[in-house]
């Protein structure tokens, strides 16, 4: 008498489940990195934002901190750069000195800077979308130059007017006329934009295609 063993068909092999165990394996490493990579970018802009220029007659100081909030945006994309950037203003709020030249508080963020650093949240999608192709491939670094500028100018259009209003309705400080506003807010920066949107086109155009595998 011959005995017959059945096996399903749709039952894993050792080879399936071996293959399924190493693709979860490798989703939970993803998911990991993308949620370890929000807090370790809200540090590398708190560092940048140490290196700081004071410019004069404002004291809004030049720093590198465009410069990592840009290389979030790109690296992270909008959701994962918008959190790390609103973790980076909550981290200040509650009295954490990751603003320029260490300064913290809510007061700053209501401030004469604080456009800027609400720019940092709002400009996040805005490099993604003009790096990223629809296959999910990524740009050239001429694209992601321009993908700088236009972090900037979000940046700048955000914090030029918040100045030029905290100017001119606040009884501590003097009164700002948009000429001055867009001088001392916008214009003495074009040099560092260019500069860091330069660097951060060297950076991507190196690092991107990677990153962007186990990020995006």
């Known amino acids: 008498m011959t005995t017959i063993n059945y096996f ?3 039952a894993p092999t050792n080879s399936q489940s071996g293959a399924g165990s190493i693709s979860d394996a490798h989703e939970i490493d ?10 370790i970018m809200t540090l590398f802009t708190a560092i940048a934002a140490q290196i700081a220029i004071p410019t004069e007659p ?13 290389l ?4 992270l994309g ?8 609103l973790l980076y203003l909550v981290t200040g709020a509650i009295g954490v000195g990751v603003f320029a030249e260490g300064q913290s508080g809510w007061l700053t963020i209501v401030g004469q ?17 003009i790096i990223r192709r629809k296959d999910k491939s990524v740009r050239g ?36 006329s948009w000429s001055s506003a867009i001088y001392y807010g916008m214009t003495v920066f074009i040099p560092g934009m260019i500069l860091k949107s330069g660097i951060a086109a060297g950076i991507g155009a190196w690092m991107l295609p990677s990153v962007s595998k186990r990020l995006w």
Not at 78 to 85: A, C, F, I, Q, R
């Open 30 to 39: 993803r998911d990991m990195l993308r949620l370890l990579s929000v807090p």
């Open 113 to 129: 800077s604080g456009g800027y650093l609400i720019g940092f949240v709002v400009c996040q999608p805005f490099a993604h979308w």
């Open 58 to 70: 404002l004291g809004i100081p030049i720093t590198l901190q465009s410069l990592a909030v840009l």
């Open 78 to 85: 909008p959701k994962l750069g918008s959190m790390s950037m």
């Open 8 to 10: 399903p068909t749709n």
């Open 141 to 176: 670094w001429l694209a992601i130059f321009v993908a700088g500028l236009v972090v900037h100018a979000i940046i700048f259009a955000i914090g030029v007017p918040w100045l030029w209003y905290i100017r001119n309705h606040d009884s501590g400080t003097d009164p700002m």
């Open 72 to 75: 979030t945006a790109m690296a």
